[in-house]
């Protein structure tokens, strides 16, 4: 069971802290691995923590891990894989481990007529300029991949309405998905994957964004309740360029996404933001990893999550790695779960890897409780029956998440289904 | 008239050394247009006094009786009893994220009067509220209490109050932290609330300094969990030239017994 440091806040006490009153910061004894351990720091997770590397841990660094398009290099899974260890293999259908044949969820593309949409077939030269597969369910949809969509916003355009990307699936068979998004250079953008349907699919987007170009990506994962997705969202940012990747799970079985934003040039800025929903039964993960590679860029991550229902399953590591050559760089990582009722479970475990002290600043944070009683009684105490108090503060909660999409109808939408989990129990 | 009646109440908390009980028998009757100040030393018991009648979780009510116009406040949720006309202005109010004012007072005047306030006249209600406390206008975007300064969080306790228009108020120690511009500004927010004659006013207070701005009609002093001296507003002369000492030293008449004790 996941351990809940829960301190009770003092009555009345003003809160300067900026997450919930009465979290802890310790996400790091939240980790299973550290069972049986009170000291927060103590036992194996000392070692996972990556400020060393250690035993047991396959990645010393996260810059070593295994990358390759050919599903043949990455070993079957187990399960004891760092990587793998918090996701129920058996309910992947398949996608670690059959030939993924079937037919891949349909895409429609809608967005101002500047923007060019093309069906590609394998061999097209964008394919593989940004992402490479750093997982073996990755590369089994690369391997499997029949056809790809690239959606190209031209240089300097800037798009007044968001270009929606809408993924539908239809069946349950095994499948494989590919998608380009290319920003040219000082083009500006939102575009917005809506994830919908029922589906069994291994999905690699690739980012390209260009010199000076502004890019937001909202990936929306709405799923129906039996869909399984795994989706490696790799980005590729380059000089002075700017991305905002917004992700959002609330509904599917098991839904996992991974982006990554690797800088390749100075001046570069990625902002990765994170909202899940977890009912019963439901395992939403999401792995990050930002690869400060040069000199000079900001990186800052916010996921926050809420959890209600048994076994109700989040997981969240963020990788951050900031390499020798990377001077000057300035990143925050920060994780927040918010546990509802009994019987949800939180993994959250920010993993932070410094290889040179000439930077701007770095930090990490994790933090997973219950909600504050305070907050409670406050509303209560101005009349709000404490159903709709607590309602309140869970969509302030995530409203945080949700206010960085500024694409007015999705946050209304989301706002809704938001809405929506909280009736689903008496929360 | 409505009347609040606390009898003989007895409160206690769950500490780490075990159970411990701060009030010890109180018993007050407030009536509607009247305003009465409990005063006393730091760890007396005033603010387990006024967190106990809201209903704070924290606070079991062991024995004794909290009524309003005859009916049982403390088998009230804590909602319940602010529907019911309570009001507590909060010592230390919290700060709730992502929760917009103007979305909280609007869901909280719809949970109090059971219907949602007409939408014109309550945002200018609002707005004339915000203006003669002081409040900025653009307060109403932000988050509840959010990155608010100790002088606002008190200005938006006492907006509250006003839009909120309970039967009871309890106010506990509105006036410290404030300087005395801030505290004038926030006494005439209280007596505007008042000026009716349709609230009572539980003013908790460690300090005489708020009695200048607002006339009290009955003085309780509380020590050690109980009431030991009760009088009109030259009481609270006496305390502002007396202290509090003369209680613990066991001087006042009606403190014997409490002091006793300590």
């Known amino acids: 069971m996941t351990e809940i440091t829960t301190e009770k806040a003092r009555i009345g006490a003003p809160s300067a802290q900026p997450f919930i009153d009465g979290f802890t910061e310790e996400g790091e004894s939240l980790s299973p691995i550290n069972a049986g351990s009170k000291a927060p720091l103590a036992g194996a997770s000392a070692k996972s923590h990556s400020h060393g590397g250690g035993v047991g841990i396959p990645d010393s660094s996260r810059a070593g891990r295994l990358t390759s398009y050919k599903l043949a ?37 809608n967005g101002p007529e500047q923007v060019t949409v093309e069906s590609v077939t394998r061999d097209d030269q964008r394919i593989g300029t940004a992402g490479i597969p750093e997982d073996r369910v990755s590369a089994n949809a690369w391997e499997n991949f029949a056809g790809a969509t690239v959606v190209t916003i031209p240089s300097e355009f800037e798009a007044l309405t968001e270009i929606s990307v809408d993924i539908e699936g239809t069946s349950l068979d095994a499948a494989a998905q590919h998608l380009v998004i290319v920003a040219e250079k000082f ?52 000089r002075d360029a700017k991305l905002k990747h917004v992700m959002v799970s609330l ?49 800052n991550v916010l996921y926050k999550g ?10 969240w590591v963020g990788d951050v790695l900031i390499r020798k050559e990377a001077e000057g760089t300035d990143t925050y990582e920060a994780n927040r779960n918010l546990l509802l009722t009994d019987g949800a479970r939180a993994d959250s475990v920010p993993n932070l890897e410094i290889e040179t002290g000439l930077i701007e600043g770095a930090g990490h944070a994790s933090a997973t409780g219950r909600m504050d009683d305070e ?26 998440i949700i206010q960085q999409i500024k694409v007015p109808s999705i946050e209304e939408r989301l706002t809704d289904a938001v809405e929506r989990e909280l009736a689903l129990t008496d929360n | 008239m409505s009347t609040l009646e606390i009898k003989d109440l007895h409160v206690s908390i769950e500490t780490e050394q075990g159970t411990k009980e701060i009030l010890k028998g109180v018993s007050l009757t407030i009536r509607t247009g ?19 009648i809201a209903g704070h979780p924290r606070y079991n009510v062991t024995s004794g009786s909290i009524t309003l116009d005859g009916e049982n406040v403390l088998e009230m949720s804590v909602d319940e009893r602010a529907r019911a006309g309570v009001f507590l202005a909060m010592q230390y ?132 969990g109980q009431v030991v001296e009760e009088g009109g507003p030259e009481l609270a002369d006496r305390l502002e030239e007396e202290g509090y000492d003369r209680y613990a030293k066991g001087a006042g008449t009606a403190a014997a017994p409490a002091a006793a004790q300590a």
């Open chain 2, 93 to 224: 109010p919290v700060e709730v994220p992502g929760v917009s004012m103007t979305n909280f007072l609007r869901t909280a005047k719809t949970a109090i009067d059971g219907e949602a306030p007409k939408l014109r006249t309550w945002t200018k209600d609002v707005k004339a509220a915000m203006e003669q406390l002081r409040i900025d206008a653009d307060f109403a975007q932000r988050n509840v209490n959010e990155g608010f300064s100790g002088g606002e969080k008190k200005r938006v306790e006492i907006l509250q109050l006003e839009l909120f228009k309970p039967r009871f108020a309890v106010l506990d120690e509105t006036d410290s932290g404030l300087d005395v511009d801030a505290l004038k500004v926030v006494s005439e927010g209280v007596n505007r609330a008042h000026a009716d004659g349709n609230m009572g006013t539980l003013l908790i207070t460690h300090y005489t300094r708020i009695l200048r701005y607002i006339k009290p009609d009955f003085v309780h002093v509380f020590v050690d």
């Open chain 1, 375 to 400: 907050h409670l009684f406050y509303l209560m105490a101005r009349g709000i029956p404490e159903d709709v108090a607590r309602r309140l503060v869970v969509r302030g909660f995530l409203n945080e």
């Open chain 1, 187 to 238: 083009s500006k953008a939102v575009v917005v994957l809506n994830h919908r349907g029922s589906a069994v699919v291994s999905e690699n987007v690739e980012i390209i964004v260009e010199d000076g170009a502004s890019l937001t990506i909202i990936s929306l994962q709405e799923w129906n309740d039996d869909a399984v997705h795994a989706s490696s969202q790799q980005a590729k940012i380059g």
């Open chain 1, 306 to 315: 809420a959890l209600q229902g048994r076994n109700a399953h989040a997981v």
């Open chain 1, 73 to 109: 290099d990455f070993k079957p899974l187990t399960g004891m894989e760092e990587d793998w260890r918090f996701t129920p293999l058996k309910r992947l259908r398949g996608l670690h481990s059959e030939v993924l044949s079937g037919a891949a969820p349909t895409v429609v593309v």
């Open chain 2, 34 to 52: 009247e305003t009465h100040a409990i005063m006393g030393p730091n760890g007396s018991g005033k603010s387990t006094l006024a967190s106990t």
């Open chain 1, 251 to 299: 509904g599917g079985d098991l839904v996992r996404v991974t982006p990554s934003a690797r800088f390749t040039a100075p001046g570069g800025e990625a902002e990765l933001f994170g909202l899940y929903f977890a009912d019963a039964g439901q395992h939403l993960e999401q792995r990050l990893f930002v690869d400060h590679a040069v000199p000079n860029c900001k990186s």
